[in-house]
């Protein structure tokens, strides 16, 4: 039996029920708890559950109180569980003025440390075969969290913003708006970079066969979305806005790429305001 109380952060009668424990679960299903949710887990059972508790103490849960539960009437034994384990700081590998910083943003706006590894593209360090290890693109950013790597921007939004829930990057599953911030996750690298592309460079494709469709229909829907702001999820921000916002900085405001447009002007000034798109310019400024 696994019941989930989210508002007290409990988790009642969790990895003892016959099932799990004959077949070797309740290990597993811990190990599972440990590793992806935060790191403090609180445990409670009914005090006469001597099975679970003293199972919980063997576990190495620290026993919290006893309390009775005003809706049953029970006497509940409270544990707890903090993480102990030094986890290495993630590794993030950047260039100057590149894609890299959205993934500078974004890390910043986590408010977790961790390293800055600087990949010289001029002398040709991003095709060492340590780098192409981790990204055999052989393009920033790209990001190491113990022995898992990755690339690709919207990838790193999405990777950071799940292992650290605590940020509030990303609407968590079950929530209705997690659909919408989903499609403006990949919509920057799928429609925005291409459309931005292909309007600066003066290209004309069929839009049957471009896979972002019509440059100018990109653009129309972004703008329809930004005016609903602040924010493309209207009142929340995301690592959505980290994607799409790095972008339109970039492509509007730098390189006057693409035109301006009232939403986009407003949009830009916005996530420049906030203190961790202002400390990402001033590390990729040098």
């Given at each position: 039996?696994?019941?989930?109380?989210?508002?007290?952060?409990?988790?009642?009668?969790?990895?003892?029920?016959?099932?799990?424990?004959?077949?070797?679960?309740?290990?597993?299903?811990?190990?599972?708890?440990?590793?992806?949710?935060p790191d403090e887990i609180w445990l409670r059972c009914v005090r006469?559950?001597?099975?679970?508790?003293?199972?919980?103490?063997?576990?190495?849960?620290?026993?919290?109180?006893?309390?009775?539960?005003?809706?049953?009437?029970?006497?509940?034994?409270?544990?707890?569980?903090?993480?102990?384990?030094?986890?290495?700081?993630?590794?993030?590998?950047?260039?100057?003025?590149?894609?890299?910083?959205?993934?500078?943003?974004?890390?910043?706006?986590?408010?977790?440390?961790?390293?800055?590894?600087?990949?010289?593209?001029?002398?040709?360090?991003?095709?060492?075969?340590?780098?192409?290890?981790?990204?055999?693109?052989?393009?920033?950013?790209?990001?190491?969290?113990?022995?898992?790597?990755?690339?690709?921007?919207?990838?790193?939004?999405?990777?950071?913003?799940?292992?650290?829930?605590?940020?509030?990057?990303?609407?968590?599953?079950?929530?209705?708006?997690?659909?919408?911030?989903?499609?403006?996750?990949?919509?920057?690298?799928?429609?925005?970079?291409?459309?931005?592309?292909?309007?600066?460079?003066?290209?004309?494709?069929?839009?049957?066969?471009?896979?972002?469709?019509?440059?100018?229909?990109?653009?129309?829907?972004?703008?329809?979305?930004?005016?609903?702001?602040?924010?493309i999820l209207g009142e929340r921000f995301s690592a959505?806005?980290?994607?799409?916002?790095?972008?339109?900085?970039?492509?509007?405001?730098?390189?006057?790429?693409?035109?301006?447009?009232?939403?986009?002007?407003?949009?830009?000034?916005?996530?420049?305001?906030?203190?961790?798109?202002?400390?990402?310019?001033?590390?990729?400024?040098?």
């Amino acid at each position: 039996m696994l019941a989930l109380h989210l508002p007290d952060r409990y988790l009642d009668q969790l990895f003892v029920a016959p099932d799990y424990q004959g077949k070797g679960l309740g290990k597993r299903l811990l190990t599972f708890t440990r590793n992806h949710l935060p790191d403090e887990i609180w445990l409670r059972c009914v005090r006469e559950n001597d099975k679970a508790w003293r199972w919980y103490e063997r576990e190495g849960f620290v026993f919290e109180k006893e309390a009775v539960e005003s809706k049953t009437g029970f006497t509940m034994k409270y544990y707890r569980w903090i993480e102990t384990r030094i986890r290495p700081m993630m590794k993030l590998y950047w260039a100057p003025r590149t894609r890299s910083f959205s993934a500078l943003w974004l890390m910043e706006e986590t408010g977790k440390p961790y390293e800055r590894v600087l990949i010289d593209l001029s002398a040709g360090a991003q095709k060492a075969p340590e780098y192409l290890a981790i990204n055999p693109m052989a393009k920033v950013p790209a990001l190491r969290d113990g022995d898992a790597t990755l690339a690709e921007a919207a990838a790193i939004c999405a990777y950071v913003a799940e292992r650290y829930p605590d940020a509030q990057l990303a609407p968590p599953v079950g929530d209705p708006g997690r659909a919408k911030y989903l499609y403006w996750l990949f919509f920057s690298p799928g429609c925005i970079e291409p459309a931005m592309v292909q309007v600066a460079t003066k290209v004309e494709m069929p839009s049957v066969a471009a896979g972002w469709g019509e440059a100018q229909r990109v653009f129309d829907v972004l703008d329809a979305a930004l005016e609903k702001g602040p924010w493309i999820l209207g009142e929340r921000f995301s690592a959505a806005d980290i994607l799409v916002g790095s972008g339109l900085n970039f492509a509007v405001k730098l390189f006057k790429m693409v035109p301006s447009r009232p939403s986009f002007d407003r949009y830009i000034e916005a996530c420049s305001a906030r203190p961790a798109f202002q400390r990402a310019s001033v590390i990729a400024a040098g």
